[in-house]
Antibody, heavy 118, light 111 residues
Framework: EIQLQQSGPELVKPGASVKVSCKASGYSFTDYNMYWVKQSHGKSLEWIGYIDPYNGGTSYNQKFKGKATLTVDKSSSTAFMHLNSLTSEDSAVYYC???????????WGQGTTLTVSS | DIVLTQSPASLAVSLGQRATISCKASQSVDYDGDSYMNWYQQKPGQPPKLLIYAASNLESGIPARFSGSGSGTDFTLNIHPVEEEDAATYYCQQSNEDPPTFGGGTKLEIK
């Protein structure tokens, strides 16, 4: 069974940074790109970027360049998203999602809720 | 960026009837014979679930009452007959051009 297991909710102060993890299981981790998506409360979805776990190559939404950094640890089949200089605008649910056929997102993590508050 | 406009923003459909959701793209999402348009269902507190990929292909495990159609800039998701469990928000998403973008969502209520 294919699963993407994300790290738990985070409460952080403005100006701090956070690292969210996404552990993949049930498939060959390096064969599929991993995407990250932001969903602000009650709103639609925004693509942050993706990483190719095979070679670490990345592509980012221009809006999130400088805000998000994507990495992977192949040995543990885990993808990471680091978010820096956090503000209240970064409070949201963040999802990892595997790239499927024709760049659809066929499997999703359960989501990680980030709250930025003093 | 390609803008996806979904309509309606919300709709209420009686049990067993048809729900139709439209998604219009600001430019074509077709490439090399394929339409790079996908549809997702999201229920509260859950991640989105892929229903339809490449405009009209049913994802494995998704009931056949869901169907997708369209090409170029105009796409449609149909659900017939609607069941209670279909109450959710539905999103279209284009993957033809970076950044991948999503529509604003359509909230489906079952009467």
């Amino acid at each position: 069974e294919i699963q993407l297991q994300q790290s738990g909710p985070e409460l952080v102060k403005p100006g701090a940074s956070v690292k969210v993890s996404c552990k993949a299981s049930g498939y060959s981790f390096t064969d599929y790109n991993m995407y990250w998506v932001k969903q602000s409360h009650g709103k639609s979805l925004e693509w942050i970027g993706y990483i190719d776990p095979y070679n670490g190559g990345t592509s980012y939404n221009q809006k999130f360049k400088g805000k998000a950094t994507l990495t992977v640890d192949k040995s543990s089949s885990t993808a990471f998203m680091h978010l820096n200089s956090l503000t209240s605008e970064d409070s949201a649910v963040y999802y990892c999602a595997r790239e499927g056929v024709l760049r659809s997102f066929d499997y999703w993590g359960q989501g990680t809720t980030l709250t930025v508050s003093s | 960026d390609i803008v996806l406009t979904q309509s309606p923003a919300s709709l209420a459909v009686s049990l067993g009837q048809r729900a139709t959701i439209s998604c219009k793209a600001s430019q074509s999402v077709d490439y090399d014979g394929d339409s790079y348009m996908n549809w997702y269902q999201q229920k509260p507190g859950q991640p989105p679930k892929l229903l339809i990929y490449a405009a009209s292909n049913l994802e494995s495990g998704i009931p056949a009452r869901f169907s997708g159609s369209g090409s170029g800039t105009d796409f449609t998701l149909n659900i017939h007959p609607v069941e209670e469990e279909d109450a959710a928000t539905y999103y279209c998403q284009q993957s033809n051009e970076d950044p991948p973008t999503f529509g604003g969502g359509t909230k489906l209520e079952i009467k």
